[in-house]
């Protein structure tokens, strides 16, 4: 999944509207306008279409954290300038402070089925040898569950 298809995808699920989204942003120190937001949301196909960096969709999460969560004591994260999927997968279920319950019943929405050993496995440290690179299918349900979930759509 390309950065720009995950940001148009949670924005769709969360309903959020430009101000909004600039207001994700300027949580975390960034300033966008709406025009970089209006191009980061246009089709592949479309000429105005803008990639959106892996710094600025995790900046656009850590935002979303923050919105949902709250802001954390200490020195707020850097955000990445490389994401997997695995990053965008723990960054919405901290988002959501979903359990790993919560996130394979939103899976199961989906009709998606992964047992909780093979859900851990996404969220453990690359180098650890149970460490399970998430593929875009798995994201992709992921983000369906929680599209049925919150918009009540399948």
């Not at 600039?22 to 279409?49: C, M």
């Not at 969560?69 to 919405?92: A, H, M, W, Y």
Request: proline fraction near 3%; aromatic fraction near 10%; charge should be neutral.
């Amino acid at each position: 999944m390309t950065t720009n298809d995950v940001m148009r995808r949670v924005r769709f699920i969360f309903d959020l509207n430009d101000a909004k989204m600039i207001e994700l942003f300027s949580h975390v120190g960034h300033t966008v306008t709406r025009a970089q937001i209006s191009d980061w949301l246009k089709k592949d196909d479309d000429p105005a279409y803008v990639e959106c960096t892996d710094t600025e969709l995790a900046m656009f999460l850590n935002g979303f954290i923050v919105e949902k969560r709250g802001r954390k004591d200490g020195p707020q994260p850097e955000p990445e300038t490389e994401l997997s999927n695995n990053v965008i997968f723990l960054k919405l279920k901290i988002a959501l402070n979903m359990q790993a319950e919560d996130v394979l019943e939103t899976l199961r929405r989906a009709d998606f089925w992964l047992s909780k050993h093979e859900l851990s496995a996404f969220f453990r440290k690359p180098g650890h040898k149970h460490f399970r690179e998430c593929k875009d299918q798995v994201l992709r349900n992921f983000l369906n569950g929680l599209k049925d979930q919150y918009r009540g759509e399948a």
